[in-house]
């Protein structure tokens, strides 16, 4: 079996992390592992089967010889490095935002739109955390039913936001249980412990935010450009897990049961789906698991052709990670 | 000016402590404030006015004289002692669900449909907390734009389950600091401290929950029959506040200029709306506030006549407390 120099740029970050945990997990043919970071991180290890791995610093020679880059540094990073990664023979797996709506450049959940992956010219770019597994919700409704519309609003939790967000909520939380006032504010516009913010990404002209319109730009590309999708994204005080609200519209009627066993038989999804007996998915539970949860699956009273539904993922797997590493996977059956 | 002879039942819970406060703070003209409670409740007392008032024990004899009752102890006990309390001469101002879609009872947000007191006939019911602020918002935006459909997904407080449900987020949150495993369920089915639960109440036949049928059922009855609702109801980590996400379809096209405009105008409501300043509403922020906070409204990209808002208020208050004294207040005018 043919096996693959794997470069892993931003590879101290959370997601980075992840990326090394799922090669190994998934026992991705690695023939050596490059972890690259910024000059700040040097001195620093990762484990990858239980050895230390030395962070090296990213430079464009970093790329000779890679066969394949993960990259999830900001997307300043991946507009700077993808490129000379790409002239160097590497392809590139990007986790940022940066190249993703690029008409160039495939943007793929395997799940739903492995094909894409054909045109490839070098880059290749994984959706945002919260589109993955919305699409992956969706799809099989779309192959049946052909969705009209969709109104999705998130709960997201703090570790899309990176390392310091994560502590920012360990930390704020501790300080409010101890009462010792109002808690340090840097990751995050309000207090994030025991409150919800109304706010991802920067806020664009027409009201929505950034992170919202990637959520409807984004399922566009992906799964079908017909479809009208508008979002709410919401940062809520959980550390690993995205849960969504969805309302889907469609063209055929389709029952709820029908939508549960059409789920039940799509790759990449699990139906956690029976409210006798308490079974729903939630982010705690979702957390540090591969498949996209589905559950609450019940057809909308206030129109014809409605269904809604609850789904939730790790979006350090699933959002993020995972996603790439099944990128991977395609590109070298 | 007439004073009356108020009486709480359900002096020490939440909400009936926030009821004792309010009447307080908006100077109520209350001649004698009678607290009530189950037995286990004998021995306390309730602050009111800077004195310790006397918690007694609640039982039909408890209303003789009283003018206005405020219920919030629970469906069984106002089923009971509802009629009771009129038989006796009393106004009931019922904060459970149990009198709410009764058709001889008037159900009421005093900024909404203040009429339908007129056609009381001894009890007047008090929405549910997640309806009581949807409502708000909705009624000048249906006032101008006929609302046809409103799909909300909801992010609410524990409070709304109560003071052990509020213990239950403190103790859990601190055990999941410290390390010291899984924390104790007792109030919610799952894990609720840095987690989301998409269950409130009970399930019911169609997949929706009691409380999504209560915001759906609850809005037709104050705002319009005629609008569709659909509802997603979701817990949250936060100690006080409940924040909606709202999809508003209208008849008549309206810009989200002109929704700032009127809710700008409206009672009860506060626009919070500047994204450039990060300024929308969270429900840390909302809480110990009377009003209901709208903000991030916007024009739904995906439909012709769309809006998109967030709408926060303070669940005991708008939700529970403020309301059944502003129906109070209505009363005596």
């Given at each position: 079996?043919?096996?693959?120099?794997?470069?892993?740029v931003?590879?101290?970050?959370?997601?980075?992390?992840?990326?090394?945990?799922?090669?190994?997990?998934?026992?991705?043919?690695?023939?050596?592992?490059?972890?690259?970071?910024?000059?700040?991180?040097?001195?620093?290890?990762?484990?990858?089967?239980?050895?230390?791995?030395?962070?090296?610093?990213?430079?464009?020679?970093?790329?000779?010889?890679?066969?394949?880059?993960?990259f999830?540094a900001g997307?300043s990073i991946s507009?700077k490095f993808?490129?000379?990664?790409?002239?160097?023979?590497?392809?590139?797996?990007?986790?940022?935002?940066?190249?993703?709506?690029?008409?160039?450049?495939?943007?793929?959940?395997?799940?739903?739109?492995?094909?894409?992956?054909?045109?490839?010219?070098?880059?290749?770019?994984?959706?945002?955390?919260?589109?993955?597994?919305?699409?992956?919700?969706?799809?099989?409704?779309?192959?049946?039913?052909?969705?009209?519309?969709?109104?999705?609003?998130?709960?997201?939790?703090?570790?899309?936001?990176?390392?310091?967000?994560?502590?920012?909520?360990?930390?704020?939380?501790?300080?409010?249980?101890?009462?010792?006032?109002?808690?340090?504010?840097?990751?995050?516009?309000?207090?994030?412990?025991?409150?919800?913010?109304?706010?991802?990404?920067?806020?664009?002209?027409?009201?929505?935010?950034?992170?919202?319109?990637?959520?409807?730009?984004?399922?566009?590309?992906?799964?079908?450009?017909?479809?009208?999708?508008?979002?709410?994204?919401?940062?809520?005080?959980?550390?690993?897990?995205?849960?969504?609200?969805?309302?889907?519209?469609?063209?055929?009627?389709?029952?709820?049961?029908?939508?549960?066993?059409?789920?039940?038989?799509?790759?990449?999804?699990?139906?956690?789906?029976?409210?006798?007996?308490?079974?729903?998915?939630?982010?705690?539970?979702?957390?540090?698991?591969?498949?996209?949860?589905?559950?609450?699956?019940?057809?909308?009273?206030?129109?014809?052709?409605?269904?809604?539904?609850?789904?939730?993922?790790?979006?350090?797997?699933?959002?993020?990670?995972?996603?790439?590493?099944?990128?991977?996977?395609?590109?070298?059956?």
């Open positions: 079996m043919k096996k693959y120099i794997v470069a892993v931003g590879a101290t970050g959370v997601v980075g992390q992840e990326m090394i945990n799922v090669l190994e997990q998934r026992k991705f043919p690695v023939k050596k592992l490059v972890p690259l970071a910024s000059e700040r991180s040097l001195g620093m290890t990762v484990k990858y089967k239980g050895e230390n791995v030395d962070v090296q610093e990213l430079k464009p020679e970093s790329f000779e010889n890679i066969d394949i880059a993960l999830s997307g507009e993808a490129p000379e990664a790409v002239q160097r023979g590497a392809v590139v797996i990007d986790n940022t935002s940066h190249f993703r709506m690029d008409n160039n450049v495939p943007l793929v959940v395997p799940e739903v739109n492995a094909d894409a992956l054909k045109e490839h010219q070098g880059i290749i770019a994984n959706p945002n955390c919260s589109t993955a597994q919305l699409v992956v919700a969706l799809k099989p409704i779309h192959d049946y039913a052909t969705i009209e519309r969709v109104v999705v609003s998130t709960y997201q939790s703090v570790s899309g936001a990176g390392k310091e967000a994560i502590s920012e909520l360990e930390n704020q939380t501790r300080s409010m249980l101890n009462g010792q006032g109002q808690p340090e504010k840097n990751k995050f516009p309000y207090t994030i412990a025991f409150n919800v913010i109304p706010h991802i990404d920067v806020f664009l002209d027409n009201g929505y935010t950034k992170e919202e319109m990637k959520m409807i730009e984004e399922t566009q590309k992906i799964l079908d450009s017909e479809i009208a999708v508008t979002a709410t994204t919401v940062r809520v005080p959980v550390f690993i897990g995205h849960s969504e609200s969805v309302n889907i519209q469609t063209k055929k009627k389709i029952s709820a049961k029908k939508v549960r066993e059409l789920l039940k038989q799509a790759p990449g999804i699990e139906v956690q789906d029976d409210p006798a007996s308490n079974i729903y998915p939630t982010p705690q539970e979702a957390s540090g698991k591969d498949p996209v949860y589905a559950g609450r699956i019940r057809e909308d009273i206030s129109m014809k052709n409605g269904i809604e539904l609850w789904c939730v993922a790790d979006n350090l797997r699933k959002g993020a990670a995972l996603n790439a590493v099944q990128i991977a996977e395609e590109l070298i059956k």
